[in-house]
């Protein structure tokens, strides 16, 4: 199973903590992890999965693999900027975000509208014109219950 770990290329730094722990589970639990493959969330999730032995897919925004993080086993070229979201989006099984800016918010809205399960570890929170919260981004309470939750939401097992 592809779980994504989307957020923040500049992030503050306590939220670090939680991508690594996040990517770390993920390997654990034997799936690939898959990201925007720069700084930030996405490095901390790579780096924390690599430590545990995983595999890590990086799809990059620009036309050299020269900016992914040091922990990306597998770049993926796009030159495609943000609009290389469709692709982490459609690719992954479940998504996982961890804080984030617009290009997190640009991800999280393409994974609702392909269907995909989006899993909500301090991250937005959409409220559509009801005023109520849109509930289809899952929220969890640690690294461990995200994956546990992506994990189920994608049909590989119970949250």
């Known amino acids: 199973m592809m779980i994504a770990v989307i957020g923040g290329d500049n992030p503050s730094q306590d939220v670090l903590p939680a991508a690594e722990a996040v990517g770390k589970e993920?390997?654990?639990q034997g799936h690939t992890l898959i990201c925007g493959?720069?700084?930030g969330v996405m490095e901390a999730a790579c780096k924390g999965a690599r430590?545990?032995?995983?595999?890590?897919?990086?799809?990059?925004?620009?036309h050299s693999n020269s900016d992914a993080n040091e922990y990306v086993e597998f770049p993926i070229v796009?030159?495609?900027?943000?609009?290389?979201?469709?692709?982490i989006a459609l690719t992954a099984d479940a998504l996982i975000a961890i804080d984030g800016s617009y290009g997190t918010l640009s991800e999280i809205a393409m994974a609702l509208g392909y269907g995909k399960p989006v899993i909500g570890l301090d991250t937005w929170r959409l409220t559509p014109g009801s005023g109520v919260e849109d509930d289809r981004i899952v929220r969890a309470e640690s690294p461990a219950q995200a994956v546990e939750r992506a994990i189920a939401a994608a049909g590989g097992g119970e949250a």
């Open 78 to 87: 796009t030159n495609m900027g943000f609009a290389r979201n469709a692709i």
């Open 51 to 62: 430590e545990a032995g995983g595999h890590t897919i990086g799809i990059m925004p620009g």
């Open 26 to 28: 993920i390997a654990s």
């Open 37 to 39: 493959g720069r700084g």
